[in-house]
């Protein structure tokens, strides 16, 4: 005769179930919170986009902890990026390739939607892609960060063997130069933040108390 289901280990087991993701919601923000109040030192980025963009603390930690130089599939440019993310909160459980970071699918996914290089703001990821050696498809990747006076990129470079902090200019004349074409232009995008306006609350009220201190 078999025998008959235990209703209250059921339900235990349910509730236990239904917990799961709230647990490990809460145990992924406690991470990137732990990652935050780690000293960055020397720190590749200036120390006024650490203050306005909280979330690039996480993604330089794992940089230097994987050796703070570039390695092709375990520290570069998007595995950097994809660090970005998951410190931005987005649900972003895999490394993305930069074939990923320029598909308007996965953007949306991950919480970005493209944009136009007219309207780029800090906090923004401008990708490209080319043709690169053995006939394959390549790209890079990189983040728009306000380093104070002006916005520039930072992004993980094999030219540069590491990450690399320069005018925005500069990183597109090089993504406009070995960018393909595609269509009627070139193979260079920008994502937004879909939360930007929730986002900029924080970063306005940031950016005021860095103009304070200077001023």
């Keep these: 005769m078999a025998a008959k289901p235990n209703r209250k280990r059921i339900t235990k087991l349910l509730v236990l179930l239904a917990a799961i993701p709230a647990i490990a919601t809460a145990g992924h923000?406690?991470?990137?919170?732990?990652?935050?109040?780690?000293?960055?030192?020397?720190?590749?980025?200036?120390?006024?986009?650490?203050?306005l963009h909280p979330e690039l603390v996480y993604p330089i930690h794992q940089y230097q902890k994987l050796g703070s130089r570039y390695k092709w599939g375990t520290n570069d440019c998007s595995t950097f990026v994809t660090d970005y993310l998951r410190a931005?909160?987005?649900?972003?459980?895999?490394?993305?390739?930069?074939?990923?970071?320029?598909d308007n699918q996965t953007m949306r996914m991950q919480g970005f939607s493209e944009t136009s290089e007219e309207n780029l703001r800090p906090g923004d990821i401008i990708v490209f892609r080319y043709t690169g050696r053995y006939n394959t498809m390549q790209g890079h990747v990189g983040?728009?960060?306000?380093a104070g006076r002006e916005n520039q990129?930072?992004?993980?470079?094999?030219?540069?063997?590491?990450?690399?902090?320069?005018?925005?200019?500069?990183?597109?004349?090089?993504?406009?130069?070995?960018?393909?074409?595609?269509g009627d232009g070139k193979m260079v995008k920008f994502f937004t933040r879909s939360d930007y306006a929730l986002w900029e609350i924080g970063y306005k009220h940031r950016k005021s108390k860095v103009t304070a201190t200077n001023s």
Excluded: C, M, W
Excluded at 171 to 182: E, G, H, K, P, Y
């Design 29 to 51: 923000i406690a991470v990137i919170h732990h990652f935050k109040t780690l000293p960055l030192n020397p720190s590749p980025a200036p120390k006024t986009a650490l203050t």
């Design 153 to 182: 990129v930072i992004h993980n470079s094999l030219t540069h063997r590491g990450l690399k902090v320069e005018s925005v200019s500069s990183f597109l004349t090089v993504a406009n130069r070995v960018a393909d074409r595609q």
């Design 143 to 146: 983040i728009v960060i306000d």
């Design 88 to 102: 931005s909160g987005k649900p972003t459980f895999k490394r993305l390739v930069t074939a990923d970071l320029y």
